[in-house]
């Protein structure tokens, strides 16, 4: 179930209510029923939120007192009474009391930020009418990949009435959910933020969800969207290139029955980031006897029970997987290169509280507010902790927030890891935090590596044997199993795809190892190719990955509306548009944590610049992704 609505009958509700309103989550729940009733004078500001910001993570409650909880309860409970006895109306809001209700969980937002926040709650803005000038007759778009992006990108492609075929490699919706199956393989971000805004559900189980959920997810959003008619799938595309003269671009692909050629007006890339598995350059890596495979392309085939297994890395699917099989195998070495940064979760495998289930199922509009805050709490709140401060000259962090948020994560971990100075040494970063993917933990990462069949190793790989994994002092560990989590090729943008442009350019020629896009999003010399999770567009405090999706899908189909409404066929952005751009970002990325020099990510390419991550505001890339500026495009 995807939208939300009153569920229950009305005694259903009132006999539940009391109880469930002791697990509602407050900073949420009186916006939510001021906009289901109407009635905002619940919104007292004595319970606003105090931000709620510790250093990590939330503080319970938005750092509500007991006797201010205690109130909230109360006037929402009444609140929600008063709604049922009236028949349980539908909400009906102005303007006026919106932004009322969005300050009161925003601070001073501006009515002109009204419509991002209308966005983000999933709303029609109150008189919105999408407005466009049709697409013309035969126009045809490609969309690959139908994973997250390329969902997304078919669903306002149908809404803007512009006739598209979405290609799919896999039987199935899905990209990375559907690839990663390894144990263990969950959310490290919220369900909430990790979900469509037009697609939002009240029914999650979890926090964070399994992979297989996020998968059913995905499924149910593109069954109820309709999407399917427009999916090709078992369909790859190998190349793609454009002719000039007919204005198009040329697809080659390969299909169940064989090669094939399609033509499109516009491409739209949705490939993803993080699909091509990198294995690591190790000398011997194929002389190895024992079955080995890689985290994302984890064999099912093989029974671990009983083995002697090593997992080389610890980024964010070794660290998922780990745990999950340390229980079941004979012994486990992990070989680690850099300790990961991990931030203490409580609930990171928790399921919800009943209660907040439960009036998420029967207030309609709450789980919209509890993503809302959830939202607007990360949009900008961490960024703070990930900026350079010039004058900053400690070892290990970059500014007095980041010392901060290094002390607080180093006490977690002299809890964690008490009594084993030896785990405590070789899991303390020496790295800003930020710099890498920071992970979750709810303990059961450290008392993995606590286990006496856990052995974490620190020195260097320099050879996979036939029998095992020797390192730089000599010693080899003798293991039945090896598992690569070693990463992806995520700098390699549309690697598996040839891809020329105008005048023959190549463009991962054109790319070389730094690939730049103006906005993420388009390329000059490449006519109408639209690329999503593009070049600079990856998330590390700010915001989520799934808005700035659906952000750039808006972006794209403003951009063909432009064309549709001025008689044009194409556009690319302009060489100059691309540099000025790139100086402002590359300038901004220098001083984050994670362009900081001597720390080595997926985040970086080969040369070291910072290739992946938006390094500005959320708001910026919102501002920016409106619509095109005219002046810095090429049209035809
Ligand atoms: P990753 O973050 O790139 O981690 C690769 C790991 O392999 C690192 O620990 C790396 O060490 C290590 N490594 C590479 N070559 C090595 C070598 N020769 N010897 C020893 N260690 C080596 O890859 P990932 O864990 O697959 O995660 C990639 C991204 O996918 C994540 O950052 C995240 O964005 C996404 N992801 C998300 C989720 C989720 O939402 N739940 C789960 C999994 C992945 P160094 O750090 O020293 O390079």
């Known amino acids: 179930m995807i939208l939300d609505g009153a569920r229950g009958t009305v005694d259903d509700l009132l006999a539940g209510l009391d109880d469930a309103l002791e697990e509602a989550e407050l900073p949420a729940l009186l916006p939510a029923v001021a906009h289901l009733t109407g009635d905002v004078d619940i919104l007292e500001p004595g319970l606003r939120a105090s931000g709620g910001s510790q250093v990590v993570g939330q503080a319970p409650q938005g750092g509500l007192s007991p006797e201010a909880q205690e109130r909230a309860r109360l006037l929402a409970g009444s609140s929600l009474k008063q709604w049922v006895e009236a028949g349980r109306p539908q909400p009906a809001h102005t303007d006026v009391s919106m932004l009322e209700i969005l300050r009161f969980v925003a601070g001073d937002v501006d009515a002109d930020q009204l419509p991002l926040l209308y966005h983000q709650l999933g709303l029609e803005q109150p008189g919105e009418v999408p407005v466009g000038t049709p697409a013309p007759e035969g126009f045809r778009a490609a969309v690959i990949g139908a994973g997250m992006s390329g969902i997304a990108a078919s669903r306002h492609l149908r809404r803007a009435g512009i006739g598209h075929v979405v290609l799919e490699r896999h039987d199935e919706v899905g990209g990375v959910w559907i690839e990663n199956t390894y144990p263990g393989v969950r959310l490290d971000t919220s369900n909430f933020c990790y979900s469509y805004s037009f697609a939002q559900r009240d029914a999650w189980e979890d926090y964070y969800s399994p992979g297989d959920a996020v998968a059913t997810y995905l499924r149910e959003v593109a069954d109820d969207l309709g999407i399917r008619d427009d999916i090709r799938f078992s369909t790859t595309v190998r190349s793609a290139a454009y002719d000039e003269k007919?204005?198009?671009?040329r697809l080659e692909l390969s299909t169940p029955t064989g090669p094939d050629t399609l033509w499109a007006d516009a491409i739209i890339s949705a490939v993803g980031q993080l699909n091509t598995p990198l294995f690591p350059r190790i000398p011997g890596i194929d002389s190895f006897a024992g079955d080995s495979w890689h985290t994302a392309e984890w064999r099912h085939d093989v029974d671990l029970v009983g083995k002697r297994v090593a997992v080389i890395g610890t980024g964010a699917s070794a660290f998922q997987v780990i745990p999950r099989i340390a229980p079941a195998v004979a012994s486990l070495t992990i070989f680690q290169r850099t300790p990961p940064w991990v931030v203490p979760t409580p609930t990171y495998t928790q399921k919800l509280r009943p209660g907040l289930r439960w009036l998420f199922a029967m207030i309609p509009g709450y789980q919209r507010w509890y993503r809302f805050v959830q939202f607007w709490t990360n949009v900008e709140g961490r960024r703070r902790f990930a900026l350079v401060d010039p004058t900053w000259d400690k070892p290990g962090s970059i500014s007095a927030d980041s010392e901060s948020l290094r002390q607080a994560l180093i006490a977690q971990l002299e809890r964690d890891y008490e009594g084993r100075p030896d785990l405590l040494a070789k899991m303390t970063p020496d790295y800003p935090p930020y710099a890498k993917r920071m992970l979750r933990d709810d303990g059961t990462w450290a008392a993995t590596l606590r286990r006496d069949d856990v052995d974490v190793v620190t020195e260097r790989v320099v050879a996979i044997t036939p029998n095992g994994v020797r390192t730089a002092g000599g010693d080899e560990v003798e293991v039945d199993v090896i598992?690569?989590?070693?990463?992806?090729?995520?700098?390699?943008?549309?690697?598996?795809?040839?891809?020329?442009?105008?005048?023959?350019?190549?463009?991962?020629r054109r790319w070389g190892d730094d690939a730049r896009a103006y906005a993420g999003i388009t390329v000059p010399e490449f006519p109408n190719l639209f690329l999503l999770y593009g070049?600079?567009?990856?998330?590390?405090v700010n915001g989520s990955i799934v808005f700035f999706s659906e952000a750039e899908v808006e972006y794209v189909t403003s951009c063909l509306g432009h064309l549709f409404e001025r008689g044009l066929t194409a556009m690319e952005p302009t060489e100059e548009a691309l540099a000025d751009y790139y100086t402002r970002l590359d300038e901004a990325s220098a001083g984050t944590a994670?362009?900081?020099?001597?720390?080595?990510?997926w985040y970086k390419s080969r040369s070291g610049r910072v290739t992946q991550n938006w390094p500005l505001s959320t708001l910026e890339f919102w501002d920016m992704t409106r619509a095109p500026r005219p002046e810095h495009y090429r049209f035809r």
């Open 483 to 508: 598992i690569y989590g070693t990463g992806f090729t995520a700098s390699n943008f549309l690697s598996t795809i040839q891809v020329t442009g105008r005048d023959g350019v190549d463009l991962h």
């Open 535 to 540: 070049p600079n567009t990856n998330l590390v």
């Open 594 to 601: 994670y362009g900081v020099a001597g720390v080595t990510s």
């Open 246 to 249: 007919g204005g198009r671009w």
